[in-house]
């Protein structure tokens, strides 16, 4: 469908944007939206380090 953007075959929620995981101040904080099609699931920051999340827009800042 055009227009239609997905994230593991999920539409991507109004407000929310796909982001790699990288640096973790508080990796045991939970993922706004977990991925439990994963194996193991990513519950937790810390079970997404070096993997693609959706986050908050909102929370998102440019680092330049």
Do not use: C, M
């Amino acid at each position: 469908q055009v227009g239609s953007i997905t994230f593991h075959g999920k539409r991507i929620p109004p407000g929310y944007s796909v982001v790699f995981v990288e640096l973790l101040v508080k990796p045991k904080a939970a993922l706004p939206i977990p991925n439990t099609n994963d194996d193991p699931p990513q519950l937790l920051l810390g079970d997404a380090t070096g993997s693609l999340v959706l986050w908050p827009s909102k929370y998102i800042e440019d680092p330049q």
